[in-house]
């Protein structure tokens, strides 16, 4: 079930970010009273799931989902229509268009994405408001991975600023150390500001890595299985587990560490219920498990900033421009070889399950605001074939007054979608050797 949910989230907000991508270099073509043939999303070689025709436009569902497309008379394109491109320009195609009207056709699309991603950073905020963990209020300090520890970190220290420079959020401090070539982590140990260095050996670490750093917290019960050792020895929600077999396990890491030692064997469980410390005995099961989730809903003082309508617009475009900022960072890294990102890049399988298993209208809404921002900022690359590569070419023009001749725009093209078509192949064939891995 969960993977139905993922798929339907996927396609539902593919659709919206093709439909409205296209609907930007249609609405400019129209702008400009140029001639739109067709109007698909997504792609329909062979065959159409729906088509129908309205006045001088088909409008259709395609049924391979990797994108979608606007056929715009007068234009090389996709379609690769030599033979339009061979009859003599009319004053309704794409072509007999001054170039400043053709740029705007071809920036239609990014511009909407763009401005989609402005809009529902901006509604996310009026209707939900923005919570988050503050740095400072991680009272516990933090649990670290054999990578963490590997650089100097240990359980318990907590994060003061990376290079010197104050980190507003918790969640931001991984993707800081990865994006910003942070140099140095300032911990408070004990009461002892310590400074640890973040070697360049650590990035291809962190890409793979998703628990390099966690939140200490001590261990409440929240909820207790039926049947379960937990159960049967007595164990309720609330209670907070402070000992093992009269070992001090003040923390849910050091509970859990310890618990795997008594795997098939009997152990008293300390726990402090009211003002009272009590001691219950239970069974491990083989597993290592006494049934038993945490409830942290109480332990961190999170931080929650409303906003009004008028407050969420600037706010909306504050968050756009930063998620922006964030992914062209990530092509900085991509490019770096040491740092073995290429390894990193996804295809549907990784874009898909982004999404979580249940549905979220707030997770929902944020994931497509941002891929959103990333389909917008990868069109326009100057890649052929790409809205990036025909604006590159348009720019050109402008400047010198020179257009690129058909010929050279057309084998532009072909070189472009060799080029997507191996970029995709790549992508899908790492989430593919991903899912052997």
């Known amino acids: 079930m969960e993977i ?45 799931l729906v088509k129908k025709k309205i006045g001088e436009t088909e409008y259709g569902i395609g049924w391979l989902p990797l994108g979608g497309y606007v056929k715009i008379a007068g234009m090389i394109d996709e379609s690769m229509d030599k033979e339009q491109m061979k009859k003599p320009p009319q004053p309704w195609e794409f072509r007999s268009k001054p170039a400043w009207q053709r740029f705007f056709i071809m920036f239609g699309g990014v511009f909407v994405n763009f401005l989609l991603a402005f809009f ?9 408001g923005e919570e988050y963990l503050p740095v400072e209020n991680v009272k516990y300090g933090v649990v670290c991975d054999s990578a963490a520890q590997s650089i100097g970190l240990k359980n318990g220290d907590k994060i003061l600023t990376l290079d010197n420079n104050k980190v507003k959020k918790f969640s931001s401090i991984v993707p800081n150390i990865l994006l910003d070539d942070v140099k140095t982590i300032q911990v408070n140990r004990n009461g002892k500001i310590l400074n640890i260095e973040v070697p360049e050996s650590l990035i291809p670490i962190l890409l793979k890595d998703n628990n390099f750093i966690s939140l200490r917290f001590p261990f409440i019960i929240g909820e207790v299985a039926k049947i379960s050792a937990a159960k049967t020895a007595g164990l309720i929600k609330g209670d907070r587990i402070v000992g093992l077999n009269h070992k001090n396990v003040e923390y849910a890491d050091e509970f859990t560490k310890e618990l795997k030692k008594y795997k098939n064997k009997q152990v008293v469980v300390s726990v402090i219920r009211g003002i009272d410390t009590l001691d219950f005995t239970a069974n491990i099961s083989e597993s290592g498990m006494l049934g038993i989730s945490a409830d942290i809903s109480k332990v961190f003082e999170l931080k929650k900033v409303n906003y009004t309508f008028i407050q969420a617009i600037p706010a909306g475009v504050n968050k756009s421009y930063k998620m922006g900022a964030s992914y062209l960072k990530q092509f900085k890294i991509l490019f770096k070889p040491e740092t073995e990102a290429y390894k990193s890049v996804g295809g549907f399988i990784a874009i898909g399950n982004i999404f979580p298993g249940q549905w979220n209208w707030l997770s929902f809404w944020s994931l497509t605001a941002f891929l959103s921002i990333m389909l917008a900022i990868i069109n326009i690359l100057p890649i052929p074939a790409l809205d990036g590569g025909h604006i590159l070419f348009l720019v050109y023009e402008i400047i010198t007054r020179r257009k690129p001749s058909d010929k050279f725009l057309e084998y532009a093209q072909m070189v472009g979608m060799l080029i997507l078509f191996a970029l995709l192949i790549f992508a899908n064939g790492n989430d593919i050797i991903k899912l052997f891995n």
Not at 28 to 36: C, D, E, H, L, Q
Not at 120 to 128: A, K, N, P, R, V
Request: no cysteine; aromatic share 22%; hydrophobic share 55%.
């Open 4 to 48: 139905l949910i993922k798929i339907g989230q996927l396609l539902l907000s593919l659709s919206i970010l093709v439909v409205l991508h296209e609907a930007g270099h249609f609405t400019f073509a129209k702008i400009f009273k140029t001639r739109v043939e067709k109007f698909y999303m997504f792609f329909n070689p062979w065959f159409s």
């Open 120 to 128: 529902i950073y901006s509604m996310i905020l009026f209707t939900w």
